[in-house]
C-alpha cells in the first residue's frame, strides 16, 4: 500500500465503529505508569486511569508479569469448574469487605445488575414468597449506575435514559445526603436502598458519613438491603479500599468494577453472609465472569496496592493536592467555584463549560475527564508521584 492510502486510526473509526462516543481527538499507542503516548509521539500525564480503572497507572511490571504468567498458563475455564485464582481473589474481597460471598462478572454494570436481581430475590422473602410485590428499589437523584437496563433504570438521567422506554419498573428517586427525603420513600413494597457512595459520573458527590450512617438505621429498621455502587470510587481511590469505610458502617451488597482489575474488565458484586444465600445455583452467572486471567489482574492489583502501601499514599499525597486545587479555586474564583471528592476522585466545578479548558489541558500534556454539569474531573493513578500530583494543578493553571 502506498502512503497516500494509508488508512490512520481517526479514518477506520469514522468508517467503521459505532458513533455513540464523544472522543477526543487523539490515538493513544503505548502507556507506562502515569503516562500515555498518541501515535505522533506525543506524552500525556493520563489523570483519566482510563475512568479509575488504571488503578495501578500503564503496565505495572507486577501486573504485566501476572497477566503474560498466567495468559501462558490458563486464561479462561468457564464458571462449569473452579479456578484458584477466582478462590483467592474473593478470600481477598471478603478480608477487605467483611464476612460474605463474591459474585464475579465483567464491569459495573453487571456488578449492579446483580445487585439488583438480589434486591428482588430479598423482596420475594421479605414478602412471604409473593414474587413482584415488594420489587421497590430508593436510588439517588443524578445517580449513574450503567447502561444495561437494570443499570440504566437506577440512572435518572434524560441523556441517558431517554430512547429506551419502557424501563425496568420499581425505581423511585431520593435527595442525596438528604436522609429525610429517603426515608419518606419507605414502605411495604420497598426491597433496598442503591446509592454510589460517591457520585462520580454526576460530578462527583461525597455522601456524608451521617447520611450513610441514617441509611443503614433505615435500612436495619424496615429489613431493607443496603446496597452501595463502588464501581468508581471503590479499590483504594478514596484512600480506604471501600469509600464506606470513612463512615464506619457495613452494607449488605456491594458493587465493584473498574480499578479492580487494573485494566481488564472485571466486576464483582460482594454480599453479606446473612444474605448471600438468596443466590441458588442457576439464579445468576456469567460466561465470563471471574476468569483465571481476570482474577490473575485483580489479585495483582491488591498485591500492588499492599505491598506499595497505596492506601496510605492516597490519603498522605491527596491532601496537598487538593489543597494546591482549592489555592486555584481561591485564585480564580471567577473561574472555579467548587472542589470536591475524595484521594483521587475529585471533581472541579467551573463556573461555565469546561471543554475548551480540557481541550487546552490536552494540549499542554495533561488528560482529565468531564463530568456531570461543568464539572472537570481528576482521576489519577494510586501510584502516581507527588511531583506529577503537582504538575497537573500547574497545568490546569496554565490551562485557565
Ligand atoms: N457505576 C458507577 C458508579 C460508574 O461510575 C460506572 C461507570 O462509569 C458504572 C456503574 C458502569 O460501569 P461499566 O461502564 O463498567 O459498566
Not at 337 to 347: A, D
Not at 368 to 374: D, E, R, T
Request: proline share 4%.
Amino acid at each position: 500500500m502506498n502512503a497516500s492510502n494509508v488508512r490512520t486510526a481517526a479514518d477506520l473509526y469514522d468508517a467503521y465503529v459505532l458513533k455513540n462516543y464523544g472522543r477526543a481527538p487523539i490515538t493513544l499507542t503505548r502507556g507506562c505508569g502515569t503516562q500515555v503516548w498518541d501515535d505522533e509521539g506525543r506524552a500525556y500525564l493520563d489523570f483519566t486511569s482510563g475512568i479509575a480503572v488504571s488503578a495501578l497507572g500503564h503496565c505495572h511490571p507486577h501486573w504485566v508479569a501476572a497477566m503474560q504468567r498466567q495468559s501462558a498458563e490458563l486464561i479462561h475455564t468457564s464458571n462449569l469448574f473452579r479456578n484458584p485464582n477466582q478462590a483467592e481473589l474473593a478470600r481477598r474481597l471478603v478480608g477487605h469487605a467483611g464476612p460474605g460471598r463474591v459474585f464475579f462478572c465483567n464491569s459495573g454494570t453487571e456488578a449492579n445488575e446483580a445487585l439488583i436481581k438480589l434486591s428482588r430475590l430479598h423482596g420475594v422473602q421479605k414478602a412471604g414468597g409473593a414474587e413482584g410485590k415488594c420489587h421497590k428499589i430508593i436510588c439517588a437523584k443524578n445517580a449513574f449506575h450503567g447502561r444495561t437496563y437494570g443499570g440504566m433504570s437506577a440512572t435518572p438521567q434524560e441523556k441517558i435514559q431517554k430512547g429506551f422506554a419502557p424501563l425496568v419498573p420499581g425505581f423511585v428517586f431520593a435527595e442525596l445526603n438528604n436522609l429525610q427525603s429517603f426515608a419518606g420513600l419507605v414502605d411495604e413494597n420497598t426491597a433496598a436502598i442503591f446509592i454510589e457512595t460517591i457520585q462520580g459520573e454526576s460530578g462527583v458527590r461525597v455522601c456524608t458519613p451521617e447520611f450513610l450512617r441514617g441509611l443503614r438505621e433505615l435500612c436495619d429498621k424496615h429489613n431493607l438491603l443496603l446496597m452501595l455502587d463502588e464501581v468508581q470510587c471503590g479499590i483504594g481511590r478514596t484512600g480506604k479500599f471501600y469509600a464506606f469505610e470513612h463512615a464506619g458502617i457495613r452494607p449488605d451488597a456491594i458493587g465493584m468494577a473498574k480499578g479492580l482489575g487494573g485494566g481488564m474488565p472485571m466486576g464483582a458484586m460482594w454480599v453479606r453472609e446473612d444474605r448471600a444465600d438468596l443466590f441458588h445455583a442457576g439464579h445468576h452467572g456469567s460466561t465470563f465472569g471471574g476468569t483465571p486471567l481476570a482474577c490473575a489482574a485483580g489479585l495483582a492489583v491488591l498485591d500492588v496496592i499492599e505491598k506499595e502501601n497505596l492506601l496510605e499514599k492516597v490519603t498522605l499525597q491527596s491532601v496537598s493536592w487538593i489543597a494546591a486545587l482549592k489555592k486555584l479555586a481561591e485564585d480564580l474564583p471567577q473561574k472555579i467555584t467548587e472542589v470536591r471528592g475524595q484521594g483521587y476522585l475529585i471533581g472541579v466545578q467551573m463556573a461555565s463549560d469546561p471543554a475548551p479548558v480540557i481541550a487546552r489541558m490536552r494540549e499542554l500534556g495533561l488528560l482529565v475527564v468531564g463530568a456531570g454539569s461543568n464539572t472537570i474531573r481528576f482521576l489519577p493513578p494510586l501510584n502516581v508521584s507527588g511531583e506529577d500530583l503537582a504538575k497537573s494543578v500547574e497545568i490546569f493553571r496554565n490551562a485557565l
